[in-house]
């Protein structure tokens, strides 16, 4: 019977990360607290990050954050973050076959090419600076 309870409480996870453009483990706890713990929260988001399904960078104030991947099925996808607005876009380009084929030669390592995260500044974000 745990076992369904604990299911119950990893879709309520999934859910409530979908909801968020951005997210730390606290703030999903502090929505969460009430039906499901802690443990349970980090167990959950490690198998996303593990999945592709989730990226996590540490922010300006040196805390961990998540963010949410939507899932393409494309080869020749990645995702860009503004490292200000946190806002995540995902995009579909030729190009990352090329970075990829020039670091796999020329630096003997290969990109997992379903969960490249690019940061920088976006046009709203650079336009206010």
Request: with cysteine.
């Amino acid at each position: 019977m745990s076992m369904v309870y604990n299911t119950k409480q990893k879709d309520l996870v999934l859910k409530e990360i979908k909801n968020h453009k951005e997210f730390t483990i606290n703030e999903i706890h502090e929505k969460l607290k009430d039906e499901v713990g802690l443990t349970t929260i980090y167990r959950k988001i490690d198998e996303l990050i593990k999945d592709g399904k989730v990226s996590k960078y540490i922010g300006k104030d040196n805390l961990a954050h998540y963010q949410y991947l939507e899932q393409c099925n494309l080869d020749n996808h990645f995702y860009l973050r503004c490292e200000e607005c946190g806002n995540i876009e995902h995009v579909d380009c030729d190009c990352i076959n090329a970075l990829s084929e020039h670091i796999t030669g020329k630096h003997n390592f290969s990109l997992d090419k379903n969960n490249i995260v690019i940061n920088g500044l976006c046009n709203k974000c650079k336009d206010k600076k």
